[in-house]
């Protein structure tokens, strides 16, 4: 059974960083597309970032977020990661990551986490 999970959230001031990582079991990231999506309470979920598998070297970000998010992977650990500075307080939602199957073109993601929180305060 596919699972992610995803770890690094928390409370920062403003202007601080985070790095999200996001670890995935039964899958290998290799040549899935992966996304980071966020959700403040009262909004709906937001992508945030998203790599498609094909096109690594060409991820989208958020106009909100661009210049200030970075995703990345480990290969040898499985891992996503989202390195997020000059956090804002409107940065402020639960993260989740998500990924498609393998080598898949369909732009829905098929698998998600359970969502980390991320809290900036003013």
């Known amino acids: 059974q596919v699972r992610l999970v995803e770890s690094g959230g928390g409370l920062v001031q403003a202007g601080g960083s985070l790095r999200l990582s996001c670890v995935a079991s039964a899958l290998s990231f290799s040549g899935c597309s992966v996304g980071w999506f966020r959700q403040a309470p009262g909004k709906e979920r937001e992508l945030v970032a998203r790599?498609?598998?094909?096109?690594?070297?060409?991820?989208y970000y958020a106009d909100s977020v661009k210049g200030r998010f970075t995703a990345s992977r480990d290969n040898a650990k499985n891992t996503e990661y989202l390195q997020m500075n000059s956090l804002k307080p409107e940065d402020t939602a639960v993260y989740f990551c998500a990924a498609t199957i393998p080598y898949s073109d369909n732009a829905a993601f098929d698998y998600w986490g359970q969502g980390t929180q991320v809290t900036v305060s003013s």
């Open positions: 790599i498609i598998w094909s096109r690594r070297s060409n991820p």
